[in-house]
């Protein structure tokens, strides 16, 4: 529309503002792993800012740990952000993020973020991102799909953390999807999706919702170790200062955490992968060093 000369256009309020209105980040990364004789080495490499992938090595010349960076410093509204892996032919290989991601205020469109694992022959994938932060009024829908066959073996990890507890945030409106689908040998095994809407979060300090929880997380794993991995769950349950539970469905291990605060929540997380990460041989299942960053 256009406006007379010297004339001023009128301001454009809160309730006419859309996201689709401000520049939105795409990014996307794939990497693909196999195997050499010097370790798993990296076979293709794509990445599209705003995310960004690192390769640091502590020892030696084997990858053993991929880091993932978010240049843009959080996920807005309308945002797309998209990861794909696949390890095949003896890859193992831990991949975690650099920081916590942030999901800040949304004015209307919902932020985007799609994982794919996929783990094929005998390789080892760990899947270890840091927590999700989700600020009050934010809208994001996230969906992590994984696809593996006999012989590999995966850990898989996604959180969240409502609010800022620095800040005293406490959620009162906005919208969070969380979607999991895993396929085993071409078969759909295992579907799941959490949601939060407005009308729901007056209602989540009710004991049949989150009571007084404000992280949660899910882990997944699939391998052959799948009845140890279950045990070392269910005996750490009493000792972890959050709930837990784990049941096993599908030829997966399906463990779910509830904690007050996010470092309960990441303690607790730790405690498990410190104890998968010791006895039961060599692998990228253990606690990511960037945690410690």
Request: aromatic fraction near 6%; hydrophobic fraction near 40%; proline fraction near 3%.
């Amino acid at each position: 529309m256009r406006y007379p000369e010297n004339s001023v256009a009128p301001a454009l309020t809160l309730k006419e503002s859309s996201d689709k209105d401000l520049q939105r980040a795409e990014g996307a990364c794939r990497i693909v792993l196999g195997r050499s004789e010097k370790g798993t080495r990296i076979m293709d490499l794509y990445q599209k800012s705003p995310i960004r992938v690192l390769f640091p090595r502590t020892s030696g010349v084997e990858v053993e740990e991929a880091v993932l960076v978010n240049t843009s410093g959080g996920v807005a509204g309308g945002d797309r952000l998209e990861s794909n892996v696949t390890a095949r032919e003896d890859a193992s290989i831990a991949i975690t993020t650099q920081a916590a991601e942030k999901v800040y205020r949304a004015l209307a469109e919902s932020a985007h973020i799609l994982t794919t694992l996929k783990v094929r022959d005998t390789a080892k994938l760990a899947w270890l991102p840091q927590e999700t932060i989700i600020f009050n009024r934010a809208r994001v829908s996230r969906e992590t799909r994984v696809e593996v066959t006999s012989g590999a073996e995966l850990l898989a990890l996604e959180w969240l953390v409502l609010g800022r507890a620095a800040h005293g945030e406490n959620l009162s409106t906005g919208t969070i999807t969380d979607r999991w689908r895993v396929v085993k040998d071409g078969r759909l095994v295992w579907v799941d999706s959490f949601r939060i809407t407005d009308e729901i979060f007056p209602q989540l300090s009710r004991n049949a919702l989150l009571s007084d929880c404000t992280g949660i997380a899910t882990l997944v794993y699939f391998g052959s170790e799948l009845g140890t991995r279950l045990e070392i769950v269910r005996d750490l349950t009493s000792s972890l200062a959050c709930r837990c539970a784990a049941t096993q469905i599908g030829g997966l291990m399906i463990a779910r955490f509830a904690a007050r605060n996010s470092y309960e929540l990441k303690t607790a997380l730790r405690n498990v992968l410190q104890e998968f990460g010791s006895g039961l041989g060599k692998g990228p299942f253990r606690v990511p060093r960037m945690w410690s960053c």
